[in-house]
């Protein structure tokens, strides 16, 4: 379990006098809530878009969650974690799709899922983000225009990459470059990203190399990490975020503007829909205590606030989390930091 002597991974970053004086700054007006941890105002919608003889989807099924009032709306391209459908995270994205955003999550076949288990590599998870990319900016946004209702559009000016796990690591190295793509993302969000079994056995491409602001990134980050997802499950199985190889390491690496957020009471798997949260608890990893709903309502409510902030320049919930996270968000966040320059 993570506790605040993890903090140590991190301390050259930290113990910057420039960068103590930025974590954050109090408003001078803190609204009274921050209500990003609410349902949104849209009516969403999903579908899965197979692959078909005279169709170039990629990676399908392809999974698309949105609003279906009328309007343009950003976009997230979400990379699933290791293994685990891109469905299974339905419940969040309807969350974050309420609130005005389209997310596309690209799949897996049959094939890639045995290649996953197999091939200790995320080169080919990297590839095929980076299909899904250009598949999404192909033709203005057209591709994903087709799919939509004649009355949603994509906003491609507005374009954050995401992703989960090992699918948090993929985004990550798509971010740094490891493969080509013609969409420019605003915006990178890792939830719980994971490099490797550990320090020595880490995934191609190895990103992580342990240098403080090593990540040459040119956009915002936001990393929401886990405070058990570095404990094994039932004293089998080994963590499913191996110490050195997860969340405060990443952070490490970013450079400002960064947030960093760790929900101290839960696992790596506890923002995913409810079925696997119990399934993967009795076999693959540790799982916490408290509420599930709240815990996917939190790392939804924080990339919304994140994209706000960093894409229509309306930093007000996340000032709010940040100056008092035990006041405003739904788990306990802890640390909480947002390092702006």
Same mark, same amino acid.
């Given at each position: 379990?993570?506790?605040?002597?993890?903090?140590?991974? =991190? %301390?050259?970053?930290?113990?910057? &006098?420039?960068?103590?004086?930025?974590?954050?700054?109090?408003?001078?007006? !803190?609204? #009274?809530?921050?209500?990003? =941890?609410?349902?949104?105002?849209?009516?969403?919608?999903?579908?899965?878009?197979?692959?078909?003889?005279?169709?170039? +989807?990629?990676?399908?099924?392809?999974?698309?969650?949105?609003? #279906?009032? /009328?309007?343009? =709306?950003?976009?997230?391209?979400?990379?699933?974690?290791?293994?685990?459908? &891109?469905?299974?995270?339905?419940?969040?994205?309807?969350?974050?799709?309420?609130?005005?955003?389209? @997310?596309?999550?690209?799949?897996? +076949?049959?094939?890639?899922?045995?290649?996953?288990?197999?091939?200790?590599?995320?080169?080919?998870?990297?590839?095929?983000?980076? %299909?899904?990319?250009?598949?999404?900016? /192909? &033709?203005?946004?057209? &591709?994903?225009?087709?799919?939509?209702?004649?009355?949603?559009?994509?906003?491609? %000016?507005?374009?954050?990459?995401?992703?989960?796990?090992?699918?948090?690591?993929?985004?990550?190295?798509?971010?740094?470059?490891?493969?080509? !793509?013609?969409?420019?993302? /605003?915006?990178?969000?890792?939830?719980?990203?994971?490099?490797?079994?550990?320090?020595?056995?880490?995934? %191609?491409?190895?990103?992580?190399?342990? @240098?403080?602001?090593?990540?040459?990134?040119?956009?915002?980050?936001?990393?929401?990490?886990?405070?058990?997802?570095? $404990?094994?499950?039932?004293?089998?199985?080994?963590?499913?975020?191996?110490?050195?190889?997860?969340?405060?390491?990443?952070?490490?690496?970013?450079?400002?503007? *960064?947030?960093?957020?760790?929900?101290?009471?839960?696992?790596?798997?506890?923002?995913?829909?409810?079925?696997?949260?119990?399934?993967?608890?009795?076999? *693959?990893?540790?799982?916490?205590?408290?509420?599930?709903?709240?815990?996917?309502?939190?790392?939804?409510?924080?990339? *919304?606030?994140?994209?706000? !902030?960093?894409?229509?320049?309306?930093? /007000?919930?996340?000032? #709010?989390?940040? $100056?008092?996270?035990? !006041?405003?968000?739904?788990?306990?966040?802890?640390?909480?930091?947002?390092?702006?320059?």
């Amino acid at each position: 379990m993570i506790d605040s002597s993890f903090l140590l991974a =991190f %301390e050259p970053v930290c113990s910057s &006098n420039i960068l103590k004086m930025v974590l954050y700054t109090e408003s001078l007006s !803190t609204p #009274t809530r921050a209500t990003c =941890f609410d349902d949104g105002s849209y009516t969403v919608e999903k579908k899965t878009i197979p692959k078909s003889s005279n169709s170039d +989807t990629p990676n399908p099924p392809l999974y698309i969650v949105y609003p #279906t009032e /009328k309007g343009t =709306f950003p976009v997230i391209l979400f990379l699933h974690g290791f293994s685990i459908l &891109n469905t299974c995270y339905s419940d969040l994205f309807e969350f974050i799709a309420s609130h005005g955003y389209i @997310i596309v999550a690209p799949g897996q +076949t049959l094939f890639e899922l045995l290649k996953g288990l197999c091939a200790f590599s995320a080169v080919g998870d990297v590839d095929n983000a980076a %299909e899904a990319a250009n598949w999404i900016n /192909k &033709n203005q946004g057209e &591709n994903l225009r087709l799919v939509l209702p004649n009355n949603v559009s994509p906003d491609l %000016e507005n374009v954050a990459l995401a992703g989960h796990s090992k699918g948090g690591k993929a985004a990550f190295a798509l971010a740094l470059g490891h493969a080509n !793509t013609s969409l420019k993302f /605003k915006a990178l969000i890792g939830l719980d990203p994971v490099a490797g079994r550990d320090t020595s056995n880490r995934l %191609e491409p190895k990103i992580l190399n342990y @240098i403080p602001q090593n990540f040459k990134i040119p956009m915002p980050i936001a990393l929401i990490g886990t405070g058990l997802g570095d $404990d094994g499950c039932c004293g089998c199985f080994p963590p499913a975020a191996p110490w050195g190889c997860n969340h405060p390491f990443f952070f490490n690496e970013c450079k400002p503007p *960064v947030c960093y957020f760790v929900a101290k009471d839960f696992g790596h798997m506890d923002m995913v829909d409810e079925w696997l949260i119990k399934l993967s608890g009795m076999f *693959v990893c540790k799982t916490g205590k408290g509420s599930y709903a709240d815990m996917r309502r939190a790392c939804g409510g924080i990339f *919304v606030a994140f994209l706000k !902030t960093y894409m229509f320049d309306d930093a /007000k919930d996340l000032t #709010t989390i940040v $100056d008092s996270p035990d !006041t405003f968000a739904p788990i306990k966040l802890d640390p909480v930091l947002w390092l702006r320059s």
